[in-house]
């Protein structure tokens, strides 16, 4: 009879599961503001995005999304629920793109609008985004679906291959950079802070089985201070240890370490606690390879050899 009940529950879950992912989430527009941050080398610079209403383009009803600091408005994207797709118009321009195709499965390869600025669709219809896996992440609520994506262009009909590979989430889109802005000039632009309503999820990009949904912070704005403040000066930014690519496919074989040599010991840590790798001598590290890791979610922590503070990196290996 409790084998029985057992199974009569784990189908149950099974079921509400697929359901919930079978209902497709269109990129949500309401009452939505996210800010995302570019690492350069001597300092972060944080955007503030937010959509701001409706405009008409042709015949078609739009969602204006606009820059708070330096750009404004920068485009309009419609949601094609029906068809599980995403389409945008930048600012100045009548002829929409395909933003999101929300349909593609490993393996699969969609086109994609690469932004730069005034530079309108940077490479057009040269440009590909390849599902290299896909998984799904709990939200507090439901499940969405995420898919790791590779990003070629192609130049004089050889592609090339960009050196960071976003992630997108349904209902959010690319929550490494929403509009792919600045990318090929400023390195490792993902989202700090993405906000629905009065829900706040924290780093999004690094988000394991669940996203960090923080009740600690009640909007952006706010963390993106805290960030700031704990980021104190340029000489505290030298000696923060920074990680690249990140996430990381175990096929690229190794995560390369900045600032590395500003560190006596550096250590690998697992979600469980568990140190799987520990390094005292590290004058002449400057990679970590990362191919006989299992996927997820791993620590690396490194102590300064000045202050002998130390520093936390959380770094995601996907399979």
């Given at each position: 009879?409790?084998h029985s009940?057992?199974l ?6 099974t079921?509400?599961?697929?359901m ?10 309401q009452?939505?503001k ?8 001597s ?11 409706d405009?008409?383009?042709?015949t ?5 999304f ?8 920068i485009g309009?994207?419609?949601?094609d629920s ?27 390869t969609?086109?994609?609008i690469?932004?730069c ?8 219809d ?14 507090g ?6 898919w ?5 262009f ?12 976003p992630i997108?989430?349904e209902?959010?889109?690319c ?8 990318v090929?000039v400023?390195?490792?632009?993902y989202m700090?802070?993405?906000?629905e309503?009065s829900?706040v999820y ?12 923080s009740s600690?912070y009640t ?17 505290d930014f030298?000696?923060t ?5 990140n996430?990381i ?29 520990d390094?005292?001598?590290?004058q002449?590290?400057?990679a970590?390879?990362?191919?006989n890791w ?13 202050s ?6 959380k ?5």
């Open positions: 009879m409790k009940l057992y009569w529950v784990l189908l149950f879950l079921y509400k599961i697929k919930t992912l079978s209902q497709y989430i269109p990129i949500a527009t009452n939505i996210w800010t995302e941050r570019i690492q350069s080398i300092s972060s610079e944080y955007t503030n995005y937010s959509f701001t209403g405009t008409i383009i042709g078609k009803t739009y969602k204006k606009v820059e708070h600091s330096t750009y404004g408005y309009a994207i419609r949601n029906a068809n599980k797709k995403v389409y945008c118009v930048y600012k100045g321009k009548s002829t929409e793109k395909l933003m999101y195709d929300f349909n593609v499965n490993v393996g699969d969609t086109d994609y690469y932004f600025h005034s530079n309108y669709y940077l490479y057009g040269s440009a590909r985004a390849i599902v290299h896996s896909k998984d799904s992440v709990w939200d609520t439901k499940y969405r679906e995420r790791y994506m590779k990003y070629i192609y130049t004089y009909g050889y592609p090339q291959l960009l050196w960071y590979f997108w989430i209902g959010m889109g929550v490494n950079n929403f509009a792919n802005i600045m090929v400023c390195p490792t632009p700090t802070c993405y906000q309503n829900t924290i780093e999004p990009c690094y988000s394991g089985s669940t996203l960090n949904n600690s909007n952006c704005i706010d963390y993106q201070n805290y960030l700031i403040l704990n980021i104190k000066d340029k000489s030298y000696n240890l920074q990680l690249y690519p996430p496919f175990k096929t690229q074989g190794d995560v390369f370490l900045s600032n590395a040599n500003n560190f006596v010991q550096i250590k690998v840590i697992d979600v469980e606690g568990k140190t799987i790798q390094i005292n001598t590290i002449n590290i400057n970590l390879s990362v191919q299992k996927s997820g979610v791993y620590y690396i922590q490194g102590i300064d050899k000045y002998h503070r130390v520093h936390t990196q770094l995601v290996v996907i399979e």
